[in-house]
C-alpha cells in the first residue's frame, strides 16, 4: 500500500473511533442523567443498572396484620385479691377468653406512632415538608379509607340494632305493664350489651345499668356457684352427710337409712317440708328442727319423685354452709364470686356496697311490694349460722353484674380470663337429677331443648315483691339473656316461665347479631 493510501486509512479509522466513542460517551450520559432523576417521594435513585420491563408484574404489597376489636373495658376483670381465684393462662382457653372479649391484642407491631414519625422523618431527600405531609395525608386515607368506611358501617348497624332491641324491650315493657326492666346480653361468653326501661323508684329515679334489683330465686343459681367452689376446694362436699356440718344425726324419721345431702337440696328432692312463705328461718330453730327430724315430710330423699320446689330447703343450706366453715355466705361469696370480677352484690339487699341504687320492687297493680328503704334495713347474716331467710331469694345485684357470672357458667366456668369454677363443677351444675314439669332438674338449673329459638337452654326464674325474673344461656354458643322487672303481669308461657321475660329473652335470642 502507498503511504498517500495507508495515511487515508488510518485518518478513517481514528474518525471511526472517535465516532464510537462519542457515541458510548452519550449512552452513558443518558443513562446516568435517567438514574439520578428524582422519584416521587423525592429521593435519588443510584442504581445505574438498567430497570426492569414495564410489563413486570408488581409486588403484592406485605399484608396488615388484623386487628382485634378492642375489648370491652366494664367487662375486664380487676386484680384477684384472693390465691385461690385463678386466672387462666392455658393456650388452650385463649379462645374462650378472646370471646369473652378479654384478649389484649390490638394489632401492635412494636413500633409506637413516634417511633414511625422519627422513621418517616429520616427519609432522603424530603425537601418540601408542606408537599411531603400532604402526600402522607393523602398516603394515609387512601389506606385507611375502606377500614374507615367499614368501622362507619359497624357503628351504625350496632346502633340501629340496639334501638331495636331497645324498641323491642320497651314494647313487651309496655304491654306486660311493667315498671322498670334491666336486660344484659350475653354473646359468646361476654358481656355484648345492657339495656333498661322505665324507673327504679317511681317519680324519682329512673332504672340504670348501676340499679340494684332482689332478684329472687335467682339467688339459688348464685348460692350453689359458691357451694360448688368450696367443694372445688375441698370444704364441702355435697354428697355428704349434712348432718357433720351440724355436729349430730339428720335424718329424715321415715327414711333413716338415706343420709341428708346438699344435692338434694339442690334439686328440690331432699324430702324438707315446704314452709309457707314467712316461716322462720333463725338458724337455731332450723338446727332444731334438722336434729329432731321434724322438718321432715313422708317422701323419699333424693328421689325425682319427691321433687317439691322449696325455698325454705335453701335457706337450711346457706346455714349449713356458715355453720360448716363458721363464715357467713356473703363473706364468701364475696371472696370466691362477687370481688374477682369487681362485682357489688349481697345475700341481703342491706349488705350491698351501693345501697342508694337499690330499686323499689312494684307489684302489678302499681302498688308497692317493698320499698328501696325497706331493702337496705334488711342485711344478711351479721354471724354464721344467724339466719337463713336471704338465701332462696334475697341476693341483690345489677343485671350487668349478674350476666358476668351467668356468662361464667356459659362459658365452662371463666369470664374474662377469671376463673371461678372448673369446668367439671359447672357440668355438675349442669347435670339432669331427672325430669320432672317439662324440664330437666339440675343443679339447682333447669334444662330444655328447642325454646326460644335455641337448641337449648339452661335456665332458672325468680318471683318476689312484684319482680319477675329470668336467667338463660346456652352452653354450647356461649350466649345468654339476663332480664330482670319489677311490676310487670306474672303472667307464663307454655313453658311456665314468666311471659314478660320470655319474650324478651327470645327476640334477643332470635334478633341479636
Keep these: ?36 432523576s428524582p422519584k416521587a417521594d423525592g429521593s435519588l435513585e443510584t442504581d445505574i443498572r438498567p430497570q426492569a420491563a414495564d410489563t413486570a408484574a408488581p409486588e403484592s404489597p406485605e399484608p396488615k396484620p388484623a386487628k382485634t376489636p378492642e375489648p370491652d373495658k ?39 406512632e413516634d ?30 379509607g375502606p377500614d374507615a368506611d367499614n368501622e362507619s358501617e359497624t357503628t351504625a348497624e350496632t346502633e340501629q340494632q340496639d334501638n331495636e332491641i331497645q324498641s323491642a324491650i320497651n314494647s313487651i315493657a309496655a304491654k306486660y305493664g311493667a315498671a322498670g326492666i334491666q336486660v344484659a346480653v350475653i354473646k359468646n361468653g361476654g358481656i355484648a350489651g345492657t339495656y333498661v326501661y322505665g324507673d327504679a323508684v317511681k317519680g324519682s329515679r329512673p332504672m340504670t345499668d348501676d340499679s340494684k334489683i332482689r332478684v329472687a330465686s335467682v339467688s339459688k343459681v348464685i348460692l350453689t356457684m359458691a357451694v360448688m367452689r368450696l367443694c372445688e376446694l375441698g370444704r364441702l362436699d355435697i354428697d355428704a352427710d349434712i348432718g357433720g356440718y351440724w355436729g349430730g344425726t339428720v335424718r329424715n324419721p321415715n327414711h333413716r337409712d338415706v343420709p341428708i345431702t346438699m344435692r338434694q337440696i339442690l334439686s328440690h328432692t331432699s324430702s324438707i317440708i315446704v314452709y309457707d312463705y314467712g316461716f322462720s328461718a333463725d338458724g337455731e330453730l332450723v338446727r332444731r328442727r334438722f336434729l329432731d327430724g321434724s322438718c321432715f315430710g313422708r317422701s323419699t330423699p333424693g328421689s325425682i319423685n319427691s321433687w317439691n320446689y322449696n325455698n ?53 297493680n302499681g302498688s308497692v311490694g317493698r320499698s328501696a328503704d325497706a331493702q337496705r334495713g334488711t342485711p344478711g347474716s351479721t354471724y354464721p349460722g344467724e339466719r337463713g331467710e336471704e338465701f332462696p331469694g334475697g341476693l341483690t345485684i345489677s343485671a350487668r353484674d349478674l350476666a358476668k357470672l351467668i356468662a361464667t357458667l356459659a362459658g365452662g366456668g371463666q369470664y374474662g380470663g377469671v376463673r371461678l369454677l372448673s369446668p367439671e363443677s359447672v357440668s ?45 344461656y346456652n352452653p354450647v354458643t356461649g350466649d345468654g339473656v339476663v332480664v330482670l ?15 314478660v321475660c320470655g319474650e324478651i329473652s327470645e327476640y334477643i335470642y332470635r334478633n341479636y347479631r
Excluded: K, W
Design 428 to 472: 355438675l351444675m349442669e347435670s339432669s337429677q331427672g325430669r320432672t314439669g317439662g324440664f330437666e332438674q339440675c343443679l339447682p338449673l333447669r334444662h330444655r331443648t328447642n325454646i326460644y329459638g335455641e337448641s337449648e337452654l339452661y335456665y332458672h326464674t325468680g318471683s318476689n315483691y312484684g319482680v319477675y325474673n329470668l336467667i338463660s
Design 485 to 499: 322487672t319489677s311490676g310487670a303481669s306474672g303472667s307464663t308461657d307454655s313453658y311456665g316461665i314468666y311471659a
Design 312 to 364: 325454705y330447703a335453701f335457706a337450711a343450706l346457706g346455714l349449713t354452709v356458715e355453720v360448716a366453715l363458721d363464715e357467713t355466705v356473703n363473706a364468701l361469696a364475696s371472696r370466691y364470686l362477687f370481688a374477682p370480677l369487681g362485682i357489688d352484690a349481697a345475700f341481703g339487699s342491706g349488705s350491698i356496697s351501693d345501697t342508694e341504687n337499690i330499686v323499689t320492687l312494684y307489684t302489678s
Design 74 to 112: 366494664a367487662n375486664a376483670a380487676p386484680a384477684i385479691p384472693e390465691a385461690d381465684v385463678t386466672v387462666e393462662t392455658d393456650e388452650e382457653d385463649s379462645g374462650e377468653e378472646n370471646a369473652a372479649g378479654d384478649a389484649d391484642d390490638d394489632g401492635d407491631t412494636g413500633i409506637s
Design 115 to 144: 417511633e414511625v414519625t422519627e422513621a418517616d422523618d429520616a427519609e432522603p431527600g424530603e425537601t418540601d415538608g408542606e408537599d411531603a405531609e400532604t402526600d402522607e395525608t393523602e398516603t394515609e386515607e387512601a389506606q385507611a
Design 1 to 36: 500500500m502507498s503511504s498517500s493510501a495507508r495515511r487515508i486509512f488510518n485518518i478513517v479509522t481514528t474518525v471511526v473511533m472517535v465516532a464510537i466513542a462519542v457515541l458510548i460517551l452519550s449512552i452513558l450520559t443518558i443513562l446516568i442523567v435517567r438514574n439520578l
